[in-house]
């Protein structure tokens, strides 16, 4: 079964940093492009960022340009978000994802990052 | 990046069949085949429903279905179950490599 377990999240003050982890099993993950993927509370998906199967070739939504940086390493079939300079409006439960073939499938069960003072 | 555009809510009885739209640009549904589905339900993950515009992954009911006219993307539901009821989402691939969701649409089953 293909199955990814964030972690990470947590309650974070304005300008702190945090970093987030994804563990995959069940499928080859050296072969996945992955994101991330956010939803505030009550709202809509957002896509955050996504990282090709070699970590050489990544992508980020302009909210987070500069700010947020992802990387993997495919030797522990884990995927991270660093995020720095965290604000309210990051507030979210963050997914990974994985993303090849044009669509995000599977997903993980998410983790809920906090900013606040 | 802005969203794409969906209807907030849409509604049907049980066996009803219900479309919700998806609305975007020439740099995102008119470039290319590339539109997905998701369904959540509260607190949990987002599910493929539709990729590809029209293709549904293994174990999905073919009571759902895509379509894509220009800029605008569509799903399906026929034979409404209460089961159905949930969030559905919409997204694209764009022209600047970037992928752009819908706001999402809450369907009610009456």
């Known amino acids: 079964e293909m199955q990814l377990v964030e972690s990470g999240g947590g309650l974070v003050q304005p300008g702190g940093s945090l970093r987030l982890s994804c563990a995959a099993s069940?499928?080859?993950?050296?072969?996945?492009?992955m994101s991330w993927v956010r939803q505030a509370p009550g709202k809509g998906l957002e896509w955050v960022a996504n990282i090709n199967q070699y970590g050489s070739d990544e992508h980020y939504v302009d909210s987070v340009k500069g700010r947020f940086t992802i990387s993997r390493d495919n030797a522990k079939n884990s995927l991270y978000l660093q995020m720095n300079s965290l604000r309210a409006e990051d507030t979210a439960v963050y997914y990974c994802?994985?993303?090849?073939?044009?669509?995000?499938?599977?997903w993980g069960q998410g983790t809920l990052v906090t900013v606040s003072s | 990046q802005s969203a794409l555009t969906q209807p907030a809510s849409v509604s049907g009885s049980p066996g009803q069949s219900i479309t919700i739209s998806c609305s975007g640009t020439s740099s995102d549904i008119g470039a290319y085949n590339y539109v997905c589905w998701y369904q959540q339900h509260p607190g949990q993950a987002p599910k493929l429903m539709i990729y590809d515009v029209n293709n549904r992954p293994s174990g999905v009911s073919n009571r759902f279905s895509g379509s894509k006219s220009g800029n605008t993307a569509s799903l399906t539901i026929s034979g409404l179950q209460a089961d159905d009821e949930a969030d559905y989402y919409c997204?694209?691939?764009?022209?600047?490599?970037?992928?752009?969701f819908g706001g999402g649409t809450k369907l009610t089953v009456l």
């Open positions: 994802a994985g993303n090849s073939d044009f669509r995000f499938d599977p």
């Open positions: 069940g499928f080859i993950f050296r072969n996945y492009w």
């Open positions: 997204t694209s691939f764009t022209r600047s490599a970037l992928w752009v």
